[in-house]
Structure formats: structure tokens, C-alpha cells
């Protein structure tokens, strides 16, 4: 049989059989790269013609005991991974160029050595003398924490099985390079094959493998998906140029709650924790203006307050500008279409901006009637009352739905110093958090009740 070619999409990792100038899976154009097969041998028969041995089966009903976990110290990260580092778990790292990862990294290597486990840092990007000084930088130079700076996959490979390490940290899986793989560092194949095997010593000797991976200008950890499929867990390290605030975000996790944050903060000697995030998010909020509002949402398990900020202004462009920063640009299209549709309130002509401070990514629907009001409070230049929060999702009609764990957005929002919050009525009978609470139906009916006209 004559050897089969294989190609691959260096965008979105799907295979095919033949050469094309765009990949038929994501419609990206030039990322169709042919591929050398990881194991260079025969075609492998057909699977059918060896019989398997059968693999022995148990019961679902078998108990199980919860792996065991290792705490870093270091709380926000220890949340982040479920309640702590588990062992044999394969964890990628992901992050823009500049970010933070390695420090964080550094860090979380010297409390976890220092906790008992055996820890080796490998770094592909940096010398070990680079990365003792940042060590020293960070305080950290007596931890433990044994150093190798290679690139070489079968060298690192070889060194981890001889030192057996509980824990290993490679810095990063697109500088890694497999001698049996013929492409360049950084390619489809290159990053698949380190994931893979890195990934395969982690279950095989029971080593916690953590992976950094850089992320493409698309915000994508760059090579293939697969990666992400491969490992237990994936974090996003993310924050905004010029701001100290770095949050560490859980997206996916085989040992925990996904959605998890983690906030740190960039100081001149390392991340240190931020144990009140609302506090931190708020810090810079001035007196009531218009077009700020304060949203009480849920990041993971834990409440979090953050402003939203919007701007209205005429428009000089014929098409007016809509820009919006750490929230969705087809979710503000949405409310401004249903504040149009519902509450006969045009937004046609108008420049609208919208800002959520302290550079987070806020996803949640229950934040759009915080934009809602945050919008409305702009165009009609009217600040909202003083210390109060809104929440609840709105939906195409103009009706108001009643946010999951409205409880616990109040009683952060008291801890904080509110005095008011508007939602949405319905839902689960709560209380009121010891906060003044304005229940609205529908957005029609907020409005009404903020703006004092509908
Ligand atoms: P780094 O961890 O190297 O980022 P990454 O590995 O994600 O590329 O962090 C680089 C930035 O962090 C750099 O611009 C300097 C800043 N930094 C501090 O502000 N304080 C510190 O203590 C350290 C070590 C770095
Ligand atoms: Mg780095």
C-alpha cells in the first residue's frame, strides 16, 4: 500500500487527506501544512486482523476515593485548580506574550517545593541563570526548585524519568522541540507531539505536568486545539496591558469547577494575591457619574463587583462606532436593539463605548441590565442613585430574568458598602441581603423605575 499523506491545519488543527489553499473545517486560508506521521514505520494493518486481549471492566458503583491534593499556599491558585494540585495531571498555562506566566509559574514552583513535592522548572525560553535571577528577584532563590534549560523533548523526557519528579513545569510547549517530528519549534506537529508526550509521562508515572502555551493575536492557545483536549485542565492567564490586575481563569477542568477565577496583582516583586477583588475593581471608582454603574456578578463560585462603563455621544461617522472592552460586541447590539425594539429608546446616530474597569472579561447575561442602565444612564446624562448595584439578564422581549445566586451578589454587595440593588423580580424567594432591593419585571419597568420615564 502506497504511504498515505497527511495534512493538517495549523489554525484549527483538522486533518485531510490532500493539499488545498483553504481548510475546509475553519476557512482559513494558508495554514494547510503537510504532515510526517509521528511513528515513521509501515502502515499499520488493519486492526482487525490481530485479536486484542479483553480489558478488564469494573462497576460504576465502585468507590472511588477523591484524588488526593497538594495546596500551593498560594489561594487564588490553589481555587483555580479545584481545591489544589492533583497528582498525574496534565495542566496547560496559557497566556499573551508578557502576561505573567513564567512568574507565576516561578512562584507556584518554589510553594509547591516547599510544601514537599519534588518540583523541577524546565524552561525552554530562558537560561537558568536568567531564571535563578528572577528567583532572586522574587524572593524565592532557597526554594528547592531544581532548574534545566533545554528545548530537546527526548533529552527532557529521558531526565524525567530518571529524576521522577512530582512535579515538572515546562516553560513553554511551543519552544519544545521532538527530534522525530520534522518540523520547525512552534509548528502544528511540533506542539502536538510535546503535548502528547509530556502528557502521556504525566499518566504514566504519575507526574503533574504543567504546560505553558502562549496564545495567538485571535486570543487562541497557539497550535491545535488538540492540545486543549489533551490535557485535565486549562487555565487562562489574562489581564490588560498598563493595568496591574492579572486574573487566572479555569476554562476547562477535569478536577473542578470550570469558570473559577483567581485575581493576582503584577507588583515590582511578583504576583501577590488580591483577596477582595471587589475592592480592587471598585478602587477607582470616583463619585456617581453617568454612565456608571456597578454590576454585582458571579465569577466562578465567588461574587465579584466590577463597574461598567458606558459613553453615548453624537456621531460623526455615518455608520456609528460601537467599542466595547471585556464584554461581548454582539450582546451590546442586542440590548441596544432591545432598548430600541422595547422601550422606543433610539441609540441610531449615536457613538456608543463601553468599558468594563479593571481590565476584566465579564461573560455572564446577568450583566445585561447592568449595561442596559449603564447605557441609558449615559444618553440621558443622568447618574444612577448613589451606591447601588444592578444585575439580571434580559431577554429579547424586554423581559427581566431573575439572576442565578442573587443572595450571594447582595450580601457582597453589603460586605462592599451598597445600599441598593435593582433586579429582576421572580426566582427563588431570597432576602434581601440587608440591602434596599428594586425588583423590575420587565425593562420597560426599569426604566421607568430608574429614569422615571418609560
Ligand atoms: P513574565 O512572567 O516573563 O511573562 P510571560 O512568561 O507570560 O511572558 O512576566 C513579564 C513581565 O512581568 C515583565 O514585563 C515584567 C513584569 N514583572 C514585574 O512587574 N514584576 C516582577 O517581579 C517580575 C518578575 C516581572
Ligand atoms: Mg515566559
Redesign the pocket.
Known amino acids: 500500500m502506497a504511504k498515505s499523506k497527511t495534512f493538517i491545519c495549523s489554525a484549527c488543527g483538522a486533518t485531510s487527506t490532500k493539499w488545498s489553499g483553504r481548510c475546509e473545517a475553519c476557512g482559513e486560508w494558508n495554514t494547510i501544512h503537510e504532515e510526517t506521521p509521528l511513528s515513521a514505520g509501515p502502515a499499520s494493518k488493519s486492526l482487525g486482523a490481530k485479536r486484542g486481549s479483553s480489558i478488564p471492566l469494573t462497576s460504576l458503583a465502585t468507590e472511588e476515593t477523591p484524588p488526593p491534593r497538594t495546596h500551593s499556599g498560594i489561594e487564588e491558585l490553589d481555587r483555580v485548580l479545584g481545591g489544589g494540585l492533583v497528582p498525574a495531571s496534565a495542566i496547560l498555562v496559557g ?1 499573551d ?7 507565576l509559574l516561578l512562584q507556584a514552583a518554589a510553594r509547591f517545593a516547599e510544601s514537599g513535592l519534588k518540583t523541577l522548572y524546565i524552561s525552554g525560553e530562558e537560561a537558568s541563570a536568567q531564571v535563578r535571577m ?1 528567583a532572586q ?2 524572593g524565592l532563590a532557597q526554594a528547592p526548585v531544581q532548574l534545566g534549560a533545554e528545548t530537546n523533548l527526548r533529552d527532557i523526557l529521558t531526565t524525567l524519568e530518571a529524576e521522577r519528579p512530582q512535579l515538572a513545569i515546562i516553560d513553554s510547549i511551543q519552544t519544545m522541540w521532538a527530534d522525530n517530528v520534522d518540523s520547525a519549534p512552534g509548528s502544528v506537529s511540533q506542539v502536538r507531539a510535546a503535548a502528547h508526550e509530556l502528557t502521556a509521562f504525566a499518566k504514566r508515572r504519575g507526574t503533574s505536568v504543567i504546560l505553558v502555551g502562549h496564545v495567538t493575536k485571535e486570543g487562541q492557545i497557539a497550535g491545535p486545539r488538540v492540545v486543549e483536549h489533551m490535557v485535565d485542565t486549562v487555565l487562562y492567564f489574562e489581564g490588560e496591558r498598563g493595568h496591574q490586575f492579572r486574573i487566572l481563569r479555569a476554562v476547562k477542568n477535569r478536577f473542578g469547577p470550570a469558570d473559577e477565577i483567581g485575581v493576582f496583582e ?5 504576583l501577590s494575591e488580591v483577596i477582595n477583588p471587589s475592592a480592587l475593581f471598585l478602587s477607582e471608582r470616583g463619585e456617581p457619574s453617568p454612565g456608571s454603574v456597578v454590576f454585582a456578578g458571579i465569577e466562578g463560585t465567588r461574587p465579584v463587583l466590577v463597574e461598567v462603563q458606558a459613553l453615548v455621544a453624537p456621531s460623526p461617522h455615518s455608520q456609528p462606532r460601537r467599542t466595547v472592552v471585556g464584554w461581548d460586541g454582539g450582546r451590546l447590539a442586542m440590548i441596544l436593539a432591545v432598548l430600541e425594539a422595547r422601550c422606543g429608546i433610539p441609540f441610531a446616530g449615536l457613538d456608543v463605548y463601553l468599558n468594563v474597569a479593571g481590565g476584566l472579561k465579564i461573560s455572564e447575561p446577568a450583566a445585561d441590565l447592568a449595561v442596559a442602565a449603564a447605557l441609558l444612564s449615559a444618553r440621558e446624562d443622568a447618574a444612577l442613585p448613589a451606591e447601588t448595584v444592578v444585575f439580571g439578564e434580559i431577554s429579547l422581549s424586554g423581559a427581566l430574568r431573575p439572576a442565578p445566586q442573587t443572595e450571594n451578589r447582595l450580601k457582597e454587595a453589603q460586605k462592599l458598602g451598597f445600599t441598593a440593588a435593582i433586579a429582576p423580580a421572580g426566582g427563588k424567594s431570597v432576602t434581601d441581603g440587608g440591602l434596599s432591593l428594586t425588583r423590575a419585571t420587565d425593562l420597560t419597568g426599569f426604566v421607568g423605575e430608574v429614569f422615571g420615564a418609560g
Open positions: 497566556g506574550p508578557g502576561i505573567g506566566k513564567s512568574t528572577r528577584r522574587l503584577m507588583t515590582g516583586s511578583g
